[in-house]
Nanobody, 123 residues
Framework: QVQLVESGGGLVQAGGSLRLACAASGRTFSWLDVGWFRQAPGKEREFVAG????????SSGDSVKGRVTISRDNALNTAYLQLNNLKPEDTAVYYC????????????????WGQGTQVTVSS
């Protein structure tokens, strides 16, 4: 089992930045892929970014491409999501997720989920 706890959400003005953190426990973190998703009220959950267990392979969703950076520190069992040039449409609950690194990279299936952290962007 893996436990994930997100932090770093909050209220920010449009154009601002936030860095979200995802602290993991319960299983060797370095063997896991980590992903970030978000869900706004009335909308489906959306993939934001993912990082392979050996950092160096990353991907991001089309709606945030060029504005987000995903990274990880395996020694700290923590992954990060840097959000820049935030827009009101980025307002959502952001979730951290993890999966075994054996999962196909293109898959959006994740096995473990955190409780989420709220990001609100004011115009």
């Amino acid at each position: 089992q893996v436990q994930l706890v997100e932090s770093g959400g909050g209220l920010v003005q449009a154009g601002g930045s936030l860095r979200l953190a995802c602290a993991a426990s319960g299983r060797t973190f370095s063997w896991l892929d980590v992903g970030w998703f978000r869900q706004a009220p009335g909308k489906e959950r959306e993939f934001v970014a993912g990082i392979r267990w050996i950092a160096g392979r990353t991907s991001s969703g089309d709606s945030v491409k060029g504005r987000v950076t995903i990274s990880r520190d395996n020694a700290l069992n923590t992954a990060y999501l840097q959000l820049n040039n935030l827009k009101p449409e980025d307002t959502a609950v952001y979730y951290c997720a993890a999966r075994p690194s054996s999962t196909a990279w293109e898959s959006r299936k994740y096995d473990y989920w955190g409780q989420g952290t709220q990001v609100t962007v004011s115009s």
